[in-house]
T-cell receptor
Framework: DQQVKQNSPSLSVQEGRISILNCDYT??????FLWYKKYPAEGPTFLIS?????DKNEDGRFTVFLNKSAKHLSLHIVPSQPGDSAVYFC???????????FGPGTRLSVLP | NAGVTQTPKFRVLKTGQSMTLLCAQD?????MYWYRQDPGMGLRLIHY???????AKGEVPDGYNVSRLKKQNFLLGLESAAPSQTSVYFC?????????????FGPGTRLTVT
């Protein structure tokens, strides 16, 4: 049973609009979350993270929101650019020292 | 500075054959990891290493062996390949421990077992 779920396999957004990628988790012990971005034929690269003591973290055009009661986090990209077209993975860990558990990914397409 | 490199990029094996995937990093990282990625699933940790000469099992270790004889290299071995091992394999490294978000990934190896 997947502990980290990304229920939208794909998402298409117009350039300049907001992209919202969602992630749900089942393990209430998860305390640190991150997003990775992956282009074709490349390995994932770290994008942004959030600790469970926060409900929001912002880095330029990227903002991650965490709703612990709903066990839900989302990644907002504003404004979306064609170069943002990639697969986005959500990942979570339970306690420092544990390995991260990855979601299946959402493929984002930003249309010019 | 090449980061994390993986050899080979593609490989086709017949059931029962063996092979070794090589991962190399030039960042002097202590920790190294092997993941597999299958359609509709996230990256799953196969094995990892917390330093030269050490290895540990991850989430899906069965059918794989690893070795870390040198700090910069982490080898993943398949002794008797099975079709269920058809996947894309990613190697990663990090300066800090397994929970560090600073994992640097290689470009992946696409393995097909027929």
């Amino acid at each position: 049973d997947q502990q980290v779920k990304q229920n939208s396999p794909s998402l298409s957004v117009q350039e300049g609009r907001i992209s919202i990628l969602n992630c749900d988790y089942t393990n209430s012990m998860f305390d640190y979350f991150l997003w990775y971005k992956k282009y074709p034929a490349e390995g994932p690269t770290f994008l942004i993270s959030i600790s469970s003591i926060k409900d929001k973290n912002e880095d330029g055009r990227f903002t991650v929101f965490l709703n612990k009661s709903a066990k839900h986090l989302s990644l907002h990209i504003v404004p979306s650019q064609p170069g943002d077209s990639a697969v986005y993975f959500c990942a979570a860990r339970a306690n420092y020292g544990q390995n991260f558990v990855f979601g299946p990914g959402t493929r984002l397409s930003v249309l010019p | 500075n090449a980061g994390v490199t993986q050899t080979p990029k593609f490989r086709v094996l017949k059931t029962g054959q063996s092979m070794t995937l090589l991962c190399a990093q030039d960042m002097n990282h202590e920790y190294m990891y092997w993941y597999r990625q299958d359609p509709g699933m996230g990256l799953r940790l196969i094995h990892y290493s917390v330093g030269e000469g050490t290895t540990a099992k991850g989430e899906v270790p069965d059918g794989y062996n690893v070795s870390r004889l040198k700090k910069q290299n982490f080898l993943l071995g398949l002794e008797s390949a099975a079709p269920s091992q058809t996947s894309v394999y990613f190697c990663a490294s990090s300066l800090l421990g397994p929970s560090s978000y600073e994992q640097y990934f290689g470009p992946g190896t696409r393995l097909t077992v027929t």
